[in-house]
């Protein structure tokens, strides 16, 4: 994946790089103008000072033949030396030509008549020396006016390779205009190129997050072609989007599930009364009756008006613990009028707690437990305490019962909520008076607070206690 400030920087490297190349370009050209224009003066100037050096010499070499001085010796053989070292440095300029040669030796010769001059002065030779000299003078002028040839020929030649070098200049301006131009349009272009890139991807984004704002998930997937960090943002916005789907489907399947679960167990709850449980009180109300007078029957159908009157109320309400711990008083006086003193129920109960909230029909259902599974065989010494009591920040609800206990395979199945649905549906003919099982009464518990806790501890002979945390709450 190559990351959007890389490419920046790669394309502003480039445009740096063509532009550095086009200056150089040009300066190195500029350079061997100069260059060649430093070398044609250099070379033209040296002719001249050949030419001039050359008279010079001549005119030392005359005045020395009129009067054959020592100084005048001296100012001679310095032009000379001067001429000599022009002679090299022509040597090093002009290229091997028949006009180099020739120059080169009318210098060889004019020298060399010059010193032959000299040796006849110093001879006292008349006539050698006169001869000698108007051959020199003769060369002299050779020099001179081959100099001016060379010069005229430099000139022309300099004056052609000035129009090619315009020509070239020409040239060299046109392309950096190009080249700059091409710079400017490759740079436009991928300006536009790179922005429309950005903002094209930037626009399906906003309109696939409007479409999910507004509910509607289906829409396809946004798609970019080039690998960046808008790739990678626009891969995980469709994770996103499909996570969100996938969990709109499974909270949909669920709550219609929970709703197709409610509505059964409010109809479970509201339109029937466990026949089971209503013959046997009403036979216990009959009996009591019977043998007393009518003073314990006005209670115990007092109690089980106020019991079937609480159940069958909205199962989803809240309600406080003192309420639960009265209709568990209700339901423990009409069992204990049933079975007499085969049962006992004790109660420990902290007053200060039961003012916090807690789901309706939470510890009946857990109460009837311990009867119907516990110790309803059980034909005396049975018991059942309620106990509650503060722990720190929570209140804890303790039922115990000394009844025939459960293994702890059937412990693990009736704490697994999510063991299957049917659990949490109500039977009918097990003496429960509201339907209401175990596990329906975890799973509202844990709905109702998330920090709420139930714990079953159990052992085959030894009895069971069921424990329950709530974090303390006002009701």
């Known amino acids: 994946m190559i990351k959007i400030r890389t490419k920046l920087l790669i394309y502003f490297a480039t445009i740096l790089f063509l532009i550095v190349l086009l200056f150089f370009v040009r300066d190195q050209s500029n350079q061997r103008i100069m260059e060649l224009n430093n070398e044609n003066d250099a070379y033209l100037f040296l002719l001249n000072e050949i030419a001039k050096k050359t008279n010079q010499t001549f005119d030392a070499l005359q005045i020395y033949v009129n009067e054959p001085l020592q100084e005048n010796l001296s100012v001679y053989q310095e032009n000379k030396e001067q001429i000599i070292q022009l002679q ?62 060379l010069i005229n020929n430099e000139l022309s030649h300099y004056h052609e390779l000035s129009k090619l070098m315009g020509k070239k200049i020409s040239s060299m301006k046109k392309m950096n205009i190009t080249i700059l131009i091409g710079i400017i349009l490759l740079s436009v272009i991928f300006a536009i190129w790179f922005s429309n890139g950005i903002t094209r991807t930037i626009e399906k984004l906003t309109r696939a997050a409007q479409e999910i704002s507004a509910r509607r998930y289906t829409g396809e997937d946004v798609v970019v072609s080039r690998k960046d960090e808008l790739w990678f943002l626009t891969k995980t916005f469709n994770e996103m989007k499909r996570n969100i789907l996938e969990s709109m489907s499974e909270i949909e399947e669920k709550a219609k599930m929970a709703q197709l679960l409610k509505e059964m167990e409010l109809k479970s709850l509201q339109n029937q009364i466990n026949p089971h449980f209503l013959f046997n009180t009403l036979n216990t109300i009959s009996k009591t009756s019977f043998i007393e007078g009518a003073e314990k ?179």
């Open 88 to 149: 090299q440095r022509f040597y090093e300029i002009e290229n091997e030509s028949i006009a180099k040669k020739n120059y080169v030796n009318l210098m060889v010769s004019f020298l060399e008549q010059t010193e032959k001059t000299v040796d006849a002065v110093d001879k006292q030779d008349i006539e050698s020396y006169s001869l000698l000299i108007n051959e020199a003078n003769k060369t002299s002028t050779y020099i001179y006016e081959e100099t001016l040839d």
């Open 297 to 475: 029957t006005s209670d115990l159908i007092a109690s089980i008006s106020a019991l079937l009157r609480y159940n069958i109320g909205s199962l989803d309400r809240q309600t406080l613990l003192k309420d639960e711990v009265d209709i568990i008083r209700e339901y423990f006086f009409i069992q204990q009028s049933r079975f007499g003193d085969r049962v006992e129920f004790i109660e420990n109960i902290d007053p200060n707690c039961l003012s916090i909230s807690i789901p309706c029909l939470t510890l009946q259902p857990i109460v009837e437990n311990a009867f119907i599974h516990g110790i309803e065989g059980m034909a005396e010494g049975a018991r059942i305490e309620l106990i509650i009591y503060e722990d720190n920040d929570f209140v804890c609800i303790e039922v115990r019962d000394n009844g025939v206990g459960m293994d702890l395979e059937t412990q693990q199945r009736l704490m697994n909520v999510d063991d299957n649905i049917e659990a949490n549906v109500p039977k009918k003919g097990t003496g429960h008076s509201t339907g209401i099982g175990m596990r329906n009464v975890i799973s509202r518990l844990s709905l109702f607070q998330k920090e709420s806790k139930v714990e079953v501890v159990s052992k085959i002979g030894e009895g069971t206690t069921v424990r329950i945390r709530l974090k303390k709450t006002n009701g």
